[in-house]
């Protein structure tokens, strides 16, 4: 009798710590974010935006307490604070245009139209501060819609994000790759930095137990519905890790240096509905904005957590 209770004790024990283990891996599964040092489920501070910023579409910091950025339908920099969401100043730097695009390298800024095209910019002083177009460049990719910009202090180079994929065949169509070129270098040539694969992302995703957005096709199977269609790009100051966002999925995705997944974040949908800029401040915290969507545009700060 007293050898069957100890065997129901011990049983019991380890009923509890296998329960224990699988309700701390569904938790990691649903909040996701487990392997990076923000918890996307707690931003610090949600900056509503003036409703003409409501096709907010890209994000660079210029200072702790100030992000820039541009928005869909004007060749325009916008200031804004990150202690009210006020927009500070605004600078005019040519027509009407779908700017997608914006990354500050050092003193100077790359906005980027939807279509490749580049505009170097510096601000100057004449009787007032304003913004001059050093230049003009086309970005030497096959891709026709990109959206993404983002500075890389580790390589000096300025990162691009195409949101639409060549086409080809399947390899073709599976293949996501990160572009980049050198600021310094007059023409300005485009080389690919990281080329992923998207079947090989989901996989690895699944592995870790991360959830995956999943879709069924017509004939009644239940495939992964994850696209991937890059809105920006940035690297993280600390790890040097690549953090894409996707707008279409709604998703941070996370890769380090040699493109193997760090982590698939699935954003708020009632919070970020449409996610399309990414920046780093100074000290480490991440900065997220995203259109109106039924809502008014914002700006959204997670802090940088403590080393674990």
């Not at 011990?10 to 699988?22: D, N, R």
């Not at 200031?79 to 779908?98: H, T």
Request: aromatic share 6%.
């Amino acid at each position: 009798m007293e050898a069957d209770l100890w065997c129901m004790r011990i049983v019991l024990v380890l009923l509890g710590f296998f329960c224990v283990i699988g309700l701390s891996a569904w938790i990691i599964q649903q909040r996701g974010g487990s392997a990076i040092p923000y918890d996307l489920a707690k931003p610090v501070e949600v900056i509503e935006l003036p409703g003409h910023l409501l096709e907010i579409s890209a994000l660079t910091d210029v200072d702790s307490n100030t992000v820039a950025c541009v928005q869909d339908e004007s060749s325009t920099l916008y200031m804004i604070s990150l202690k009210d969401g006020r927009v500070v100043a605004e600078y005019p730097f040519g027509g009407p245009a779908d700017m997608e695009g914006l990354t500050r390298v050092n003193g100077d800024y790359f906005a980027l139209r939807s279509d490749g095209l580049v505009h170097h910019l510096q601000f100057r002083l004449q009787e007032s501060v304003f913004l001059h177009v050093v230049d003009t460049f086309r970005l030497d990719v096959p891709n026709r819609n990109i959206e993404g910009l983002g500075f890389d202090d580790r390589s000096g180079l300025v990162l691009v994000s195409p949101k639409d994929i060549t086409k080809g065949g399947p390899t073709e169509r599976d293949e996501r790759i990160l572009y980049a070129f050198d600021p310094k270098e007059p023409a300005h040539p485009c080389t690919a930095v990281l080329k992923l694969s998207l079947a090989a992302l989901t996989e690895q995703a699944q592995a870790k137990g991360l959830a995956v957005p999943m879709r069924t096709t017509e004939k009644g199977r239940t495939v992964s519905g994850l696209k991937l269609r890059y809105s920006s790009v940035a690297v993280q100051p600390s790890t040097g890790h690549y953090y894409l966002l996707s707008a279409v999925d709604r998703t941070l995705l996370v890769v380090d240096r040699m493109g193997a997944l760090v982590d698939l974040v699935a954003l708020a949908p009632g919070l970020l509905p449409k996610p399309e800029g990414i920046t780093f401040l100074s000290n480490g915290d991440l900065v997220l904005s995203s259109e109106g969507k039924g809502s008014e545009p914002v700006i959204v700060r997670y802090a940088l957590l403590p080393t674990r």
